[in-house]
């Protein structure tokens, strides 16, 4: 009989109210529809499925991502039971997870970084969710994390930073050179982390700074000498040192404007 009622509402209802009713009116009835899918008599996996196959628009009001959230907060009081919600899903109505991967997310963030699907179409500002994690999860994921968000080596305690860790963390994000203990501080490490990002040159150890300067420069252009710790090094160097330098940085930035002119045009 719901059965029925659903398609009665879907198909002959709601096309009657797109004819006669304007679309903001015929949006905030929707929205009620599918916030009245989803209640504590109803599993929230089933609500999101139903939801996603009769109006998935819905999933942008407001209101219906809001009761969702406080449903799915409610119900997923473990991590097994938040892995549920997203296996049947997954399972049932995968192209849903696009559409509520980000209130899974929020409310299970070992979730997020246990599925793939969800981490490779949510991964920008995953900082806050890392750092909330037990330590033990924060190693168990480090891999994962730091081969695309470097700078959170930092939420790793520093006798288990290793050499492979480091390496992960400067390939991708050269400023993260800063949290590199500093025995594993190898030139070629340091290399790596100033090619990355010019800026990584003020964690480089005095040793090696100098050789690096122009590195830094060519990766990091002309706004770095405005920074007085690199104006420092900068002047250490010869007066033709500092020009060559000068004339390379001008000269790998024409070299990347060519090849984007090649490419684009």
């Not at 002047?235 to 090849?259: F, G, P, T, V, W």
Request: hydrophobic share 40%; net charge positive; glycine share 4%.
């Amino acid at each position: 009989m719901t059965t029925v009622k659903t398609w009665v509402v879907d198909n002959i209802v709601g096309s009657l109210e797109s004819a006669v009713l304007s679309d903001r009116q015929n949006f905030k009835i929707k929205a009620a529809r599918a916030c009245e899918t989803i209640s504590s008599d109803v599993l929230p996996q089933e609500s999101i499925v139903q939801i996603f196959l009769r109006f998935p628009e819905m999933f942008e009001a407001n209101s219906v991502r809001s009761k969702l959230f406080k449903r799915l907060r409610r119900y997923c009081v473990s991590d097994d039971l938040a892995q549920e919600v997203f296996d049947y899903i997954s399972q049932v109505a995968p192209g849903a997870i696009s559409k509520v991967g980000e209130i899974l997310a929020r409310v299970n963030a070992l979730l997020f970084f246990r599925n793939t699907q969800l981490y490779n179409i949510f991964d920008s500002n995953l900082g806050h969710m890392y750092e909330s994690l037990t330590y033990e999860q924060k190693m168990e994921f480090a891999p994962k994390v730091l081969a695309t968000h470097g700078y959170l080596l930092r939420a790793i305690n520093p006798p288990d930073r290793n050499k492979n860790l480091c390496l992960l963390a400067v390939t991708n994000s050269g400023t993260a050179l800063r949290y590199v203990p500093v025995k594993l501080k190898t030139k070629n490490l340091m290399e790596l982390a100033v090619l990355e990002s010019g800026y990584a040159l003020q964690y480089v150890t005095k040793k090696y700074q100098r050789s690096m300067i122009c590195i830094a420069l060519c990766r990091a252009g002309l706004n770095i000498m405005k920074h007085s710790w690199f104006l420092t090094l900068f002047m250490l160097m010869s007066e033709k040192e500092r020009n060559n330098c000068i004339k390379m940085e001008k000269q790998e930035r024409d070299d990347r404007a060519n090849e984007w002119h090649a490419q684009n045009y």
